[in-house]
C-alpha cells in the first residue's frame, strides 16, 4: 500500500514522463522540418522510452495498489534556433528529470517506503545514461556547428537507432557510450 505523499509524487512522475514524451516528439517534429531524419528518428525513439518509463511507474503503482491519476500534460517548445539548440534544450531536461527522481528517492526514503525506493534505483541508473547521451551528442554537435558534412554523419549515425527500436536503450550508433 503506498503512502500518500508517495501515490502523489509517482503520479507527478508519470506526468512528467509523458511531458517529456511530449517534448521529444516535438523535437522529432522540428528535425524532420530541419530535413535531418536521422535525428527525427532518435527523437521519436526516445519519446517512445519516454512513454515506457511512464508505463513502468503506472505499473508499479497499481502493484502497491496504488490508483494512478492523470493530468494534462503541458504544451512543449516547438521551435529551436538550431540542431545543436535542441540537444541542449534535451540535456538540460534531462538533468531536470534525474533532480526529479532524486527528490522522490528521498521522499521515499522519508516515507520508510522501501519497494518504492528500490523501484526507483532502475531510474537513478537510467538518469545517468540518460545524460550521459544528450551530452555526448551535444558535444559532437558542437564540434561540428549546425551545417556541413560533419552535421549529417551524426544524422546517419543517430537514424542507426531508429531501425534498432526503441528498446535499445542509450544506443545512438557509435555516440553516446
Ligand atoms: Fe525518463 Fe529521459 O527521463
Known sequence: MLKES?????????????????????????YEGEGLPGFASWMR?????????AMRLYEFVHDRDGRV???GIDSPPTEWSSPADAFETAYEHEVEITEMIDDL???????NDNATENML?????EQVEEEATAQAILDKLKHVGDDGPGLLMIDQELGQRGSEGADDEAEVGELGE
Open 6 to 30: 508517495v501515490e502523489d509524487a509517482l503520479n507527478e512522475q508519470i506526468n512528467a514522463e509523458l511531458y517529456s514524451s511530449y517534448v521529444y516528439l516535438s523535437m522529432a517534429a522540428y
Open 45 to 53: 525513439s526516445q519519446s517512445d522510452e519516454e512513454h515506457e518509463h
Open 69 to 71: 491519476t492523470l493530468s
Open 105 to 111: 528517492v528521498a521522499l521515499a526514503r522519508e516515507a
Open 121 to 125: 534505483q532502475w531510474f537513478v541508473a
